[in-house]
């Protein structure tokens, strides 16, 4: 388990629009690291949050349709 997962998700969702879709509606941090994890990702919240943190970046989402700003182009 690693930062570096949560960031290689990241940039996964930054690459596609479907993954990024799905991951932008899921609501909890604990369901979004679930999703992640059953996917292949391997990272805890906590972890999730150190990448969020170092990045500058929120788990907040906005706008309709729901979005995020946790994507790396």
Known sequence: ?????????FVAGGENKDLR????FIETKEE????????GYDFTLDELDAALK??????ESFGNPRKRDIWWF
């Open 54 to 59: 170092d990045s500058g970046d929120s788990f």
């Open 32 to 39: 979004f690291v679930a999703t992640a994890n059953a996917e």
């Open 1 to 9: 388990m690693s930062k570096k997962e949560a960031e290689r998700l």
């Open 21 to 24: 879709l799905k991951y932008d």
